[in-house]
């Protein structure tokens, strides 16, 4: 009884956090992804762009670029529009505007196991090969499996103008063309300076000297290890040297055709075999 009257009280005075339940309005922006590839890092980018005089921290991210699961419905209430709003989902034609990251599946897959470890969900002797085999089978989080909440955005948004696809390599690879793109898809503007002091204010060294001092600040941390980090080598291609070539290769296999469409190169011999199975296919398809 006591819990329905605080959750009452807490509703009442927009305490509560809207979830599916938040009114969306005609010129919201989601910024969405497959967690782990990318979506806090660019939501830093784009509040310390957006918010030059409130630079972004784990302690007020979620009141500069909200999260529905995450953000008071009275915090959401007080943003200026266009609201940048973050989500995991996977394809929600509600969705006014999207801007959709996408992050290779290896380096996913290795990015989520240690963030499992750092929030306790699994021990530091959990072999990967299982984690590898419950990620690929949508059980590591709410958001379905890397394959099926890419290919629900792409299949349904991958042409239309009011979504725009960023892949998180090429953001890491240069950082200041990618946030020109997201500038530019909001229909704002932002001279070279500005985009050089966001990214600066978010760069990995910066996040991880704040993720030191505000991990109970942040609902992504609370609670979690101490002696892992929460933005680990901010890279790519670390999947090389951790993940084992048999789940590479379950990887690729399962996932091969998606991965190539977003410009991944497959490195196994199902990989090559189902290159080959897709070319033969194409010449027999070709009018004579």
């Known amino acids: ?44 980018l784009l509040a310390n762009l957006m918010f030059p005089d409130q630079p972004a921290t784990f302690a007020n991210i979620h009141r500069l670029i909200p999260d529905p699961t995450g953000t008071s419905k009275k915090d959401f209430d007080n943003l200026p529009r266009p609201r940048i709003i973050k989500s995991h989902d996977c394809f929600d034609p509600r969705f006014p505007k999207v801007i959709y990251i996408v992050r290779d599946p290896r380096d996913v897959v290795v990015s989520q196991y240690h963030y499992h470890r750092k929030i306790k969900k699994i021990a530091d002797d959990s072999p990967i090969e299982t984690f590898v085999g419950r990620f690929m089978a949508g059980d590591t989080c709410p958001h379905g499996s ?21 892949r998180y390599e090429d953001m890491v690879a240069d950082t200041p063309r990618e946030l020109a793109k997201i500038v530019a898809f909001l229909g704002k503007t932002a001279s070279p300076a500005q985009i050089a002091q966001a990214v600066e204010r978010s760069s990995a060294g910066r996040m991880r000297k704040l993720e030191q001092t505000q991990t109970d600040d942040c609902e992504l941390m609370k609670g979690s290890r101490k002696d892992l980090s929460f933005v680990r080598a901010a ?17 690729e296999a399962a996932w091969g055709p998606i991965m190539r469409t977003l410009g991944y190169e497959l490195t196994t011999r199902s990989a090559s075999e189902l ?9 027999s398809s070709t009018p004579r």
Do not use: C, Y
Not at 3 to 19: F, M, N, S, T, W
Not at 235 to 251: F, H, Y
Not at 275 to 283: D, I, N, T
């Open 1 to 44: 009884m006591i819990r329905h009257i605080k959750a009452g009280v807490k509703r009442a005075l927009g305490q509560h956090r809207p979830g599916r339940s938040l009114l969306l309005l005609p010129d919201d922006v989601f910024l969405v992804s497959f967690p782990k590839s990318g979506n806090t890092w660019t939501r830093f």
């Open 275 to 283: 290159r080959e199975h897709e070319f033969l296919g194409a010449l």
């Open 146 to 166: 890397w394959g099926q909440n890419v290919i629900t955005w792409l299949a349904t948004r991958q042409d239309a103008s009011r979504f725009l696809l960023l």
């Open 235 to 251: 890279g790519s291609g670390g999947w090389r040297s951790e993940l084992p070539a048999p789940m590479v290769e379950k990887i």
